[in-house]
């Protein structure tokens, strides 16, 4: 049982760059999150998706793009990273009746 | 919005001892509640699920109830272990919306 893959697990990037954290699930699942979490501070809410096609702002949403192609993938676009960016992503999914399934993460360092 | 509050920040307590995370939310209007574990360096493992019509939940020596009314859940966790020694975080999903909304989280340390 998969769950939910992400990719890649660890990352370094020099300021300026770009790059996309990819995420997979194979539950069939519609609803998909992106969260961000820093040392000592809760889970915050990047973008989501309720859907193929569909996708939405979350709580921090600025300096990251997301696409939905697909019911499986969700992938998360930095563009320009910064510093700010540095944290550990975590990509999530959920159907019915409504249990939430997180993937292992993404520790992304910007220097 | 949904705030939600885990009290205490962290706990330490002796192995074999029985004790009770406690999570607070301020809408009552939910559709289900989470628990989830996290260890170091890890992704979050979802422990329980709670949902709206449900009072409480039990896996193992976990059991979480649900108050929607006094906006509270509890986790107790029976003759704790080592390895129990963990971030444990509640979640919230509204009747309305498609968002979580979490807690902080409780850092629990089971000494040997």
């Known amino acids: 049982n998969a769950g939910v893959t992400q990719t890649p697990k660890f990352r370094i990037l020099k300021i300026g760059q770009s790059m996309t954290l990819q995420c997979a699930q194979d539950?069939?699942?519609?609803?998909m999150y992106w969260y961000r979490q820093d040392p000592g501070m809760g889970l915050k809410l990047i973008y989501y998706?309720?859907?193929?096609?569909?996708?939405d702002k979350g709580e921090v949403p600025n300096g990251y793009n997301v696409s939905r192609s697909t019911t499986e993938d969700f992938p998360l676009r930095l563009e320009l990273a910064a510093p700010s960016q540095t944290s550990v992503y975590f990509c999530?999914?959920?159907?019915?009746?409504?249990?939430?399934?997180f993937g292992e993460g993404s520790r992304l360092t910007v220097l | 919005k949904q705030e939600v509050t885990q009290i205490p920040a962290a706990l330490s307590v002796p192995e074999g001892e029985n004790l009770v995370l406690n999570c607070s939310f301020t809408?009552?209007?939910?559709?289900?509640l989470q628990w989830f574990r996290q260890d170091p360096g890890k992704g979050l493992t979802s422990l329980l699920l709670?949902?709206?019509?449900?009072r409480e939940q039990t896996s193992g020596r976990l059991n979480a109830s649900l108050d929607k009314s006094s906006g509270r859940s509890t986790l107790y966790i029976a003759a704790s272990q080592p390895g129990d020694s963990a971030t444990y975080l509640c979640?919230?999903?509204?009747?309305?919306?498609?968002?979580?909304?979490f807690g902080t989280g409780t850092s629990l340390t089971v000494i040997p």
């Open positions: 809408d009552s209007a939910i559709y289900n």
């Open positions: 539950m069939n699942h519609n609803y």
């Open positions: 979640a919230v999903r509204l009747n309305t919306g498609n968002q979580f909304y």
């Open positions: 999530a999914s959920t159907g019915v009746p409504g249990e939430l399934f």
């Open positions: 998706s309720v859907g193929a096609g569909i996708t």
């Open positions: 709670i949902q709206s019509s449900q």
